[in-house]
Nanobody
């Protein structure tokens, strides 16, 4: 079983920045593609970003492209989401997830999920 623990969420003013971290257990972290999703009240889970296992290719949802950056450090079993120029509509619970499949924008592709971290952006 792979365990994922998010951290770094909190309250931030619009236009500010946060960096989320997701720490993974196990010794096979580098074999997984990693993704970030978010879910706001009353809305479906939304794809935010993903990074392939080697870390060379990244993907972003249209709503965050140009503002968010995903990265990973396989030596630390950690994936990051740097969030800049935050907007109130970015407020959501952010989840990290791991998969060995493709279709990285789809929640159903992911086998393991963290418990989420709350991000609130004030207007």
């Amino acid at each position: 079983q792979m365990q994922l623990v998010e951290s770094g969420g909190g309250l931030v003013q619009a236009g500010g920045s946060l960096r989320l971290s997701c720490a993974a257990s196990g010794r096979t972290f580098s074999s997984y593609h990693m993704g970030w999703f978010r879910q706001a009240p009353g809305k479906e889970r939304e794809f935010v970003s993903a990074i392939i296992r080697v870390g060379g290719s990244t993907y972003y949802g249209d709503s965050v492209k140009g503002r968010f950056t995903i990265s990973r450090d396989n030596a630390k079993n950690t994936v990051y989401l740097q969030m800049n120029s935050l907007k109130p509509e970015d407020s959501a619970i952010y989840y990290c997830a791991a998969t060995q499949l493709w279709g990285l924008n789809l929640p159903t592709s992911y086998k393991y999920w963290g418990q989420g971290t709350q991000v609130t952006v004030s207007s």
